[in-house]
């Protein structure tokens, strides 16, 4: 079985094309690469197949993003949010199995609620502040950020969500957010592999995504410095709202 029996040599080439600009935004703000490749690729590619697609790319980049300021400054993220990436292990690898069970309709609508929401939030400038944050919220975060990343491989809104209430410094977010993606890229390889969804070719499929997408992170990241960050993640933010609204559409009306 070849690639082109799960798409055409078309699809395939605007699938290459979506992980090329997921690793873009990615390399520019920080985050989103997950939302954008299973945005885009659920345009054209049946849920399954997208999410599939999503899961090499995202441990690639998420892998550099977090060992960006070297191994120390990354073991030390993991120490400082242990509760969260526990609670959101445990919450992803259980949520993960439940993919095989759902219709595309409802696959559409999970992954369509956060991706709108995130991103309608941002857009309006709402943000929850946490002066003194605790164990619970830390693991009520987690555990909603791996239920949503189990099924849909996007665990980015309640974790940027989260950083941002706890007022993390830039520098500081973006290499945590690289820890904590990171780590649940690892998750979601090894969920998705005993869910079934990352199986032969839907693998080799994701692995011909790492290439564009860690090329588009280049990319970005070299721009990073010469664009004005708030208009490009405003813009960021209308994209995936779009495309979260669509998903949304897909999903209640076919």
């Known amino acids: 079985m070849s690639l082109f029996s799960l798409m055409s040599p078309t699809e395939f080439v605007f699938a290459l094309a979506v992980a090329f600009v997921a690793g873009w935004i990615k390399g520019m703000v920080g ?15 049946p849920p399954s197949l ?21 191994a120390s400054a990354a073991f030390g993220s993991i120490r400082k949010f242990r509760v969260f990436l526990l609670t959101g292990l445990l919450c992803l690898l259980t949520s993960a199995q439940l993919v095989s069970f759902l219709s595309a309709s409802s696959f559409l609508l999970i992954i369509g609620i956060p991706v709108s929401f995130f991103a309608l939030i941002q857009l309006l400038g709402l943000k929850l502040v946490l002066n003194k944050p605790s164990a619970r919220v830390e693991a009520t975060a987690g555990a909603i950020a791996g239920v949503i990343g189990g099924i849909s491989g996007v665990w980015g ?28 890229s690892v998750a979601l390889v090894i969920a998705h592999v005993g869910s079934g969804i990352l199986w032969g070719q839907s693998a080799v499929f994701s692995a011909t995504l790492v290439l564009p997408a860690m090329a588009g992170m280049w990319c970005g990241l070299r721009l990073q410095d010469r664009i004005d960050q708030a208009a490009f993640r405003r813009l960021t933010l209308l994209v995936l709202l779009v495309a979260g609204l669509n998903l949304l559409r897909r999903g209640l009306v076919g």
Do not use: C, H, W
């Open 50 to 70: 997208a999410l599939a697609g999503l899961i090499l790319p995202t441990l690639a980049t998420n892998a550099q993003q977090a060992f960006q300021e070297g």
């Open 31 to 45: 985050f989103a690469l997950p939302m954008v490749i299973i945005s885009g690729l659920s345009v054209f590619l």
């Open 157 to 184: 809104p309640p974790t940027v969500a989260y950083l941002t209430a706890l007022n993390t410094p830039k520098k500081d977010q973006m290499r945590v957010q690289g820890v904590i993606y990171g780590l649940g």
